[in-house]
Structures are given as structure tokens and as C-alpha cells.
């Protein structure tokens, strides 16, 4: 399972950094990606973390307004935001993303961390 | 990749035979999956590589398509498929579908 907080309030121009904690499967040998779902509007996929070699991959819609790492020591990957605006207002999902040769899929999600923006 | 979910939502009847369709902008092969989400709790992932089965999903789920055209089908819907479905490209990175709300008569 992945296990993430449960809410964060915070105010435009702060920082932030959420967690996601991996158990009951080897941690290291699947990506995490992150999952944003905005009020009232559908998902959208941030990036990922490789957490075997911390290789990440990030959505141009996202690049460079966050960033994705982990700690293998204690099996949990971070998304963190440098100055959060209102916008970033939302549900953040991680989930395991399943790989093989013929399909690449998020199998396990964790239960949503919901960021609330406002001054 | 452009993904284009139809129809946006959907009203229909417990027995009924429900389905929703994901065209993609570029041909992806079978790297297509569905997730279904309900208010307040996590996305569960139903179909994955555009045809097999999560572990766990109901046998009524189905999914079929290659290219860039895809099919979900619910074959008897049920009470519990209220939500929204989403496809899911994995071919170039990953996107979302605008998702396809369904609602129970």
C-alpha cells in the first residue's frame, strides 16, 4: 500500500513537501508517479520516480514547478513545491506504476493527500 | 498524445450495457488503461494494456481497441459503477482522458 497525509494548509509563496510511504512490496523495483486532480476537474499525471536509481520524469505541464525525490532508506517518495499559488489547490495521488513489456500501468494508489492554497 | 473520451457523461440503467469510448491523437499499440473513481476515494485501475482484467476488477469490465481507438464495456451495469471513468495513455510518458461521468436512473 502507499500511505500519504491526509491534508496540508498552507499560503501562497510557501513551501511545501508531501510524502509517500511504500509497504508490503519492494519499494525500489517500481516507479511512483504523481497524480494531480484539481476541484471539480479530472486527473492529470505530474511525473515519477524511479526509486531503484531516482531517475524522474516530469510532464512539461509540470516541469520545473516541482520536483519528485525519495528516500530508499525508509521506502518514500516526495513531491515538493518551491512557492505554491492558489492553483495548486487540489488532490495529489502518488501510485505504483506496474511495468512490463507490453503495458505500463498504476496498480496501487494511495489514498490522496488534498493541498489547500489560500492566503 | 491528445485523448479524446466520449461521451462526457451518461445516465443509464442497472442491468443496462454501458459503452465509453477513448480516441488517442497518435497510434499508442495497447498501451491504453481504464480507471474507475468515485467522490471522495482513490482511482482503481479495471483494465489494463487495453484488453486484460486488475485482479480484483468484476468480470462484467471489459476493454478492446489497438491504435488509437478504444472501448470500455460494462456489460450489466451495476449500482456501484456510478463515478467517472478515465483512459489512460502510457505509450509517451502518460495522460488522462477527460473522463467520462456516469450516472445511475
Known amino acids: 500500500q502507499l500511505v500519504q497525509p491526509g491534508v496540508e494548509v498552507k499560503k501562497p509563496g510557501e513551501s511545501l513537501k508531501i510524502s509517500c510511504q511504500g509497504s508490503?512490496?519492494?519499494?525500489?523495483?517500481?516507479?511512483v508517479d504523481w497524480v494531480r486532480q484539481k476541484p471539480g476537474k479530472g486527473l492529470e499525471w505530474m511525473g515519477g520516480i524511479y526509486p531503484g536509481d531516482s531517475v524522474t520524469s516530469y510532464s512539461p505541464s509540470f516541469q520545473g514547478q516541482i520536483s519528485i525525490s525519495v528516500d530508499r532508506s525508509i521506502s518514500t517518495a516526495y513531491l515538493r513545491w518551491g512557492a505554491l499559488k492558489t492553483s495548486d489547490t487540489g488532490i495529489y495521488y502518488c501510485?505504483?506504476?506496474?511495468?512490463?513489456?507490453?503495458?505500463?500501468?498504476?496498480?496501487?494508489w494511495g489514498q490522496g493527500t488534498t493541498v489547500i492554497v489560500s492566503s | 498524445i491528445q485523448m479524446t473520451q466520449s461521451p462526457s457523461s451518461l445516465s443509464a440503467s442497472v442491468g443496462d450495457r454501458v459503452t465509453i469510448t477513448c480516441r488517442t491523437s497518435?497510434?499508442?499499440?495497447?498501451?491504453l488503461n481504464w480507471y474507475h473513481h468515485k467522490p471522495g476515494k482513490a482511482p482503481k485501475l479495471l483494465i489494463y494494456g487495453t484488453s486484460n482484467l486488475q485482479s480484483g476488477a468484476p468480470s462484467r469490465f471489459s476493454g478492446s481497441g489497438s491504435g488509437t481507438d478504444f472501448t470500455l464495456t460494462i456489460s450489466s451495469l451495476q449500482y456501484e459503477d456510478f463515478g467517472t471513468y478515465y483512459c489512460?495513455?502510457?505509450?509517451?510518458?502518460?495522460?488522462f482522458g477527460q473522463g467520462t461521468r456516469l450516472e445511475i436512473k
Open positions: 497518435q497510434s499508442i499499440g495497447n498501451y
Open positions: 501510485v505504483r506504476h506496474r511495468s512490463s513489456q507490453y503495458y505500463h500501468a498504476m496498480d496501487v
Open positions: 508490503g512490496y519492494t519499494f525500489v523495483n517500481y516507479w
Open positions: 489512460q495513455q502510457s505509450y509517451s510518458d502518460s495522460g
